[in-house]
């Protein structure tokens, strides 16, 4: 069965203090991993597509990488801003079907 | 410009009625989506339309139906409003089948 499994769930970081989330994946041939950002009470924001393992992709302070079981977003010197929900969310390849994790709660203190 | 836009952003009825969602995209994409996204915040796809061609159908009740007049538009019907069925119906579109999706600001649904 399809499946996305994030971890931490919610995750408390200092400003400044570097870490990453994981996304762990199984799916019927992955046809595309994504992250997203989601804010409370709106919806969530694109943050990055990865197609295939050993591609990585960069976006200001955060970055996502992808293995064939796995996906990381690190982020790096994380500023209050940061604080939200992470989402992961992977879409098969037959059925062009997404299925998304239920997220990391992300709290970026000063 | 709002890219994706659904309406009404709160709706509050009671059970039984029926109520539509609307949502239009002006991103010019091929293809448009219905996820629901429950209490514990887990979001489930629920409909997804390509060029107005239903690609997507997950087990939902036949009480809810997507309707696409067109690419730009994606609404959504639900009959016989049930206590279950409250949640935030998020829209979304994406450039193609198989590309990242951008979302619209939900819709909150709360059935007394």
């Known amino acids: 069965e399809d499946q996305v499994t994030q971890s931490p769930e919610a995750l408390r970081l200092q400003e400044g203090e570097s870490s990453s989330l994981n996304c762990s994946y199984t799916?019927?041939?992955?046809?595309?991993l994504f992250w997203y950002r989601q804010d409370p009470g709106k919806g969530p924001e694109f943050l990055f597509t990865l197609y295939s393992a050993g591609e990585e992709k960069e976006k200001e302070r955060l970055k996502a990488t992808l293995t064939k079981k796995e996906s990381f977003l690190h982020i790096t010197a994380p500023k209050p801003e940061d604080s939200a929900t992470y989402l992961c969310?992977?879409?098969?390849?037959?059925?062009?079907?997404?299925?998304f994790g239920t997220g990391t709660r992300l709290k970026v203190l000063a | 410009d709002t890219a994706v836009s659904q309406t009404p952003k709160y709706l509050v009825t009671q059970m039984g009625n029926d109520k539509s969602i609307k949502c239009e995209q002006n991103?010019?994409?091929?293809?448009m989506y219905w996820y629901k996204q429950d209490s514990k915040k887990f979001l489930k796809i629920m409909f997804s339309?390509?060029?107005?061609?239903?690609?997507i159908n997950e087990t939902v009740p036949n009480r809810f139906s997507p309707k696409s007049p067109d690419k730009a538009h994606l609404n959504l019907h639900i009959n016989s409003l049930e206590l279950g069925d409250s949640a935030v119906y998020f829209c979304a579109s994406s450039q193609d089948r198989a590309g990242g999706a951008f979302f619209g600001q939900g819709t909150r649904l709360t059935v007394v």
């Open positions: 339309y390509n060029n107005k061609e239903l690609i």
């Open positions: 991103l010019g994409h091929d293809t």
């Open positions: 969310a992977v879409q098969a390849g037959g059925t062009y079907k997404y299925i």
């Open positions: 799916v019927s041939g992955l046809r595309g």
